[in-house]
């Protein structure tokens, strides 16, 4: 079955970083494109970012384009996103998500809050 296992998140201070990775298992990693989604408390679910299966291309959300940058390592089943320069408004629960024949898989999530 499809896996995806988020890790990294925290508390962390404005402006400062931190990167965030996901697991996956399940399928074949290299054919699909991954995504980063993230839930505020309140909030609906958004779009961070996503990624080509090959890591070739990769497309933001307005809110965190050239702050956070979407990579994967195919080797190692896993894809990551790095927060940089981050801001209060970026605290949410992190979602590593992909889509496989039309349907929707989800991690469990990690939580990010950023706070002085």
């Known amino acids: 079955q499809v896996q995806l296992v988020e890790s990294g998140g925290g508390l962390v201070q404005p402006g400062g970083s931190l990167r965030l990775s996901c697991a996956a298992s399940?399928?074949?990693?290299?054919?699909?494109?991954m995504r980063w989604y993230r839930q505020a408390p309140g909030k609906e679910r958004e779009l961070v970012a996503s990624?080509?299966?090959?890591?070739?291309?990769?497309n933001y959300g307005d809110y965190v384009k050239g702050r956070f940058t979407i990579s994967r390592d195919n080797a190692k089943n896993t894809v990551y996103l790095q927060m940089d320069k981050v801001h209060p408004e970026d605290t949410a629960v992190y979602y590593c998500?992909?889509?496989?024949?039309?349907?929707?898989?989800w991690g469990q999530g990690t939580q990010v809050i950023v706070s002085s």
């Open positions: 998500n992909v889509r496989v024949l039309s349907d929707d898989f």
């Open positions: 399940g399928f074949t990693f290299g054919n699909y494109p």
């Open positions: 990624i080509s299966s090959a890591g070739r291309n990769a």
